[in-house]
């Protein structure tokens, strides 16, 4: 067995050794703390005397707990010198190559080779002898495979002495550690399956993610805030399965407006069922809103999914049943805002009377808070788990996803909202010409049910009333350090004006749609229905990296809430009031673009979509919209939870006390 120590640097001589090296046993043995010098070991071939130098006897590998020194002679760190006088050339070769076993194996007793002298039973003892030399050469041939001793680690300043003793159930290796790497605490005892490498993922995976997102150097641009006490909450409370007890009757809905608004109106119609022990219709979807959508229930969502998630909640069946499909359902049109109260007691005795009625508006017809968490929970199931888009959809939205990363780049779905509807809605016309601004007009008055006619354009954008322009959310996104390489998913209908998007695109080229980022082909099915191409846009932008939303629409508290749910994915509130004065001043000139955007920066640190608890306003409307943020209720804080549990017990235990 070749040697993978340094020889003695003092002599150069055979010499008798003055410490030894244990052999390997069944036993685990210890490293002595301190660094062993690797310079100090020299093992010669099993067939010569091993040259053992001097070691530091603090730092020599010890065998003690092995051996419980039993034997003076082979426990006291040295080699016997009983043999020391004795000439092997008074004796046969056999019995030479004997003695030379016996200074390589000093644990023998002396006896055993003293007695070779006397001519007692010579034969037989020659005979032993040659059984001995046979069980130790197969001893030395297996053993010659399984230990090392090494002195150099590529990469390192210090000197390292590592051996390894590999035995039958590979469970032991021992390591030293560098003298340069003192001050780190010394490990003995390692797994030889446990690779540096592995050592290293190990490590890692007990850090905190939002360092090791730091770790990989994600620019905070593009990094979540942190959520990491919050979780979802939307288990169904065992009190509140249904038990197939009879229902009071049968409910027909009637979802109105666009799809977003379609989308949380169904949610609460299913917590109304639930309220009322009604049994509810497959909704009806608007076909009269401003896209004239002829889109039905099962063309835009899974309507046997919906049903199955729901089926422990609420029963919901397809069609009337016959005996009532021809029964002219009693017409209603609930009040918004609506508290559970409202509906066991002013609808729960009409539908039990006329067994069939049908809501004709769902938009905001339940109330923010004051419901129970039962109801509340069962809002996010309807919302995030009930209402999945038809497999054509998903299919389609999850493709335009993966082309947008096609090169591993984060993208930001921009709802822009500068759409002809929203800005006639409005009464917004900046930066448009005064022929579409006459046109956004005459579309305000053509709308009967859109009460303001008369809007003064420049004072509703003061008051952050009017969605951002092209330009304003080209210089938003700047000023946030988004660079023009960012790839940019609009999430709107087509954007009004003749150029509109002009500066936009100047600013930043990397700019899809779904009209751009699919091909003719895939869009087809679609094309001639606005509800599920605004499905596609919903899937991107829950999808995103970034959501940045320019105006409190339908869409934007859908998505938001959604993003809120699924671990607040970063979302940026943009304050349209402070931002377009802003805008004002660098176009005038009072204001540099690096103090533009420090401002913008620091005006927008808290509007990133970190967790925060809905706002309760002085009245339903003013307040924040449940589906917009959907914590309490839907989310919970870890760290409260386990405080109010804390108190709960407190307060039991006094109480049994």
Known sequence: MSSGGLNNSTSSTPTTASAAIALPTTTRRRVADGVMDASAVTLASPTNIIN?????????????????????TCCNGSISGAGSHLHSNHYSPVIKYLLLRRRVFFCVPEAWLLSVRSGRNLGRKIFGALMLMAVVSVFFAFLGGHVEVGDRVNGTEGRLLIL?????????????????????????????????????LESESSLPKRLLDEQNTIPEIWMKPNSDDFNKCIARPRNRIRTGSKTNGYLLVHANGGLNQMRTGICDMVAVAKIMNATLVLPYLDHESFWTDPSGFKDIFDWRHFIDVLTDDIEIIEYLPTRYAAQKPLLKAPISWSKASYYRKEMIPLLKKHKVVKFTHTDSRLANNGLASSIQRLRCRANYVGLRYTKEIEDL??????????????????????????????????????????????????????????????ERRLQGGCPFSPREAALFLKAMGYPSTTTIYIVA?????????????????????????????????????????????????????????????????????????????????????????????????????????SAVTT????????????QIGESPRLEENFYANPFPGCICNNSQEHIARLKSDERRSIGVS
């Open 603 to 614: 005006l927008h640190s808290d509007r990133l979509g970190a967790p925060y608890v809905r």
């Open 164 to 200: 390894k003793t590999l035995q039958d159930d590979g469970t032991v290796a021992q390591h030293a550690v560098t003298e340069n790497q003192a001050a780190r605490p010394k490990r003995v005892f390692e797994r030889m399956s446990l690779s540096e490498s592995e050592t290293e």
């Open 52 to 72: 053992v130098g001097k070691i530091n006897p603090d730092a020599a590998v010890s065998s003690a707990d092995e051996d419980e020194e039993s034997d003076p």
């Open 493 to 597: 209908g087509e954007i009004y004006g003749s150029n509109s998007m002009a500066a936009f695109r100047s600013e930043y080229p990397n700019v899809f749609s779904h009209n751009t980022l699919a091909t003719e082909e895939e869009l087809r099915p679609f094309k001639p229905y606005q509800n599920r191409l605004a499905a596609l846009d919903y899937i991107v932008a829950l999808e995103s990296d970034v959501f940045v939303y320019t105006y409190d629409g339908n869409m934007a508290k859908a998505v938001q809430g959604h993003r809120r749910y699924e671990g607040f994915r970063k979302t940026i509130n943009p304050d349209r009031q402070n931002f377009v004065k802003l805008v004002d001043l660098l176009d005038k000139g009072d204001l540099s673009w690096e103090e533009f955007s």
């Open 397 to 458: 939205g999850k493709v335009l996803v993966n082309r947008l990363r096609n090169n591993g780049n984060p993208y930001i779905a921009l709802h822009l909202r500068y759409e002809k509807d929203m800005l006639a809605f409005t009464g917004c016309s900046h930066n448009l010409t005064a022929k579409e601004d006459e046109e956004l007009r005459d579309m305000r008055y053509s709308v009967k049910h859109w009460k303001e006619k008369e809007i003064d354009s420049e």
